[in-house]
T-cell receptor, first 111, second 115 residues
Framework: GNSVTQMEGPVTLSEEAFLTINCTYT??????LFWYVQYPGEGLQLLLK?????DKGSNKGFEATYRKETTSFHLEKGSVQVSDSAVYFC??????????FGTGTRLTVIP | NAGVMQNPRHLVRRRGQEARLRCSPM?????VYWYRQLPEEGLKFMVY????????ESGMPKERFSAEFPKEGPSILRIQQVVRGDSAAYFC?????????????FGQGTRLTVV
């Protein structure tokens, strides 16, 4: 079946620190992989995506590389800001558009 | 182009009442998905609809829950005889299709509280 396992939080970092949030997946077939971000009281926004092995998705300084050999899609950012404080969800989809989400990782960035 | 619109944003119901959650997809989108987010958990897929048809309801409880997406008007997620365990955030997403590259856009959610 399809499932996503992501690093449990919460994660607290100082501003300008390096961020890694781990995500691994199990999927039937060849999934597309996504990172979504949820700011307080808001819905989910697509942050970045990758549709095939070795693709790198990037947006707003965040990056993630689709690693088929390790079934991983870790999220990284070189220098986090206070405004990056949110909950981050790793997700996959195969075929139809119903997404399978991880449990989310809450990131708090302190000045 | 307005995004996915959900209403109400917050809904309080007493145990045993009915909850009706509405979702208006983005213009041009005919595919709608409903997800439930329990406190401190990720989103769980409930149901996928395409105009007037339920395509996949594998994630929806068999009893008390129903969903529709009529030819005209918003998609409705209906929960009958609500219980405390139904308290959650319910998110709707819409897409133009299911082909690669047709991204799903999410609404801001309806937060249901059962008292």
């Amino acid at each position: 079946g399809n499932s996503v396992t992501q690093m449990e939080g919460p994660v607290t970092l100082s501003e300008e620190a390096f961020l890694t949030i781990n995500c691994t997946y199990t999927a039937t077939g060849y999934p597309s992989l996504f990172w979504y971000v949820q700011y307080p009281g808001e819905g989910l926004q697509l942050l970045l995506k990758a549709t095939k092995a070795d693709d790198k998705g990037s947006n707003k300084g965040f990056e993630a590389t689709y690693r088929k050999e390790t079934t991983s899609f870790h999220l990284e950012k070189g220098s986090v800001q206070v405004s990056d404080s949110a909950v981050y969800f790793c997700a996959l989809k195969t075929g139809a558009n119903n997404l399978f989400f991880g449990t989310g990782t809450r990131l708090t960035v302190i000045p | 182009n307005a995004g996915v619109m959900q209403n109400p944003r917050h809904l309080v119901r007493r145990r045993g009442q009915e909850a009706r959650l509405r979702c208006s997809p983005m213009k041009g989108h005919s595919h709608v998905y409903w997800y439930r987010q329990l406190p401190e958990e990720g989103l769980k897929f409930m149901v996928y609809l395409q105009k007037e048809n339920i395509i996949d309801e594998s994630g929806m409880p068999k009893e008390r829950f129903s969903a529709e997406f009529p030819k005209e008007g918003p998609s409705i997620l209906r929960i009958q005889q609500v219980v405390r365990g139904d308290s959650a955030a319910y998110f709707c997403a819409s897409s133009r299709g299911i082909e690669e590259g047709t991204e799903a856009f999410f609404g801001q959610g309806t937060r249901l509280t059962v008292v």
